[in-house]
């Protein structure tokens, strides 16, 4: 069975600091792969996704970036974290993008930026 | 521009029915599905409907009508576990899945 993992679960950065969180998929191959964030009471907000290795698509500017080294690995990274950055982040992934193949979540990564 | 609404915030009875909304409005539709999400956790799925109807599933059901771009999600017999946030989606003509911001469901004793 296919699972997800997402870590660390929590962290707490100051501004400025850098940020990376990490994600693996496990008992599938070239899965499609996406961060979002969800800010306190809000919905879902799509950051990034990707294909394939190496094929990251960006759907919000920012000081965000996103890297997939390995075809199951999907990394976030920031070089300087803004106060606007604190929110739970989810990792998730797809078989494909195609009609009803559903989208699974990692276990969230809670991010303070103080 | 691509449009999901759903209520805010809904309260209800332990052991009775809701229903939650969800309205669409996006380029193309190849699905709808719906998410619980408890506070604190990641969204899990629970439902899927790309044809109009209803889809029942235990407790859990799933009504679609494509033609008025509804969808609502049926919940029978409350249980205090079922508090949560439900997450309406539509998966796009390029199955990129546009996200409500969700109903937040409260059960009182």
């Known amino acids: 069975s296919q699972t997800i993992h997402q870590w660390p679960a929590t962290l707490v950065q100051p501004v400025g600091s850098p940020l990376s969180l990490e994600c693996t998929v496990e008992g599938t191959s070239n899965p499609n792969l996406y961060w979002y964030r969800q800010a306190a009471g809000r919905g879902l907000q799509l950051l990034f996704y990707?294909?394939?290795?190496?094929?990251i698509s960006s759907e919000v500017p920012q000081n965000l970036s996103a890297s997939r080294p390995q075809d199951r690995q999907f990394i976030l990274s920031s070089k300087k974290l803004l106060l606007s950055d604190s929110g739970f982040y989810l990792c998730a992934w797809r078989v494909q993008a195609d009609s009803g193949n559903t989208i699974y979540f990692g276990e969230g990564s809670w991010l303070t930026v103080v | 521009g691509q449009n999901i609404d759903q209520p805010t915030e809904m309260t209800a009875t332990e052991g009775a029915i809701v229903q939650i909304n969800c309205t669409y409005q996006t380029s193309g539709f190849n699905g709808l599905f719906w998410y619980q999400q408890h506070a604190g956790e990641a969204p899990t799925f629970l439902s899927y409907n790309v044809l109009d109807g209803l889809e029942e599933k235990g407790r859990f059901s799933s009504f679609l009508s494509r033609s008025k771009g509804y969808s609502y999600l049926l919940l029978k017999e409350l249980q205090m576990k079922d508090s949560a946030s439900y997450l309406c989606?539509?998966?796009?003509?390029?199955?990129?899945?546009?996200w409500g911001a969700g109903t937040k469901l409260i059960i009182k004793p």
């Open positions: 990707s294909v394939g290795i190496g094929q």
């Open positions: 989606a539509v998966s796009d003509s390029n199955y990129q899945l546009i």
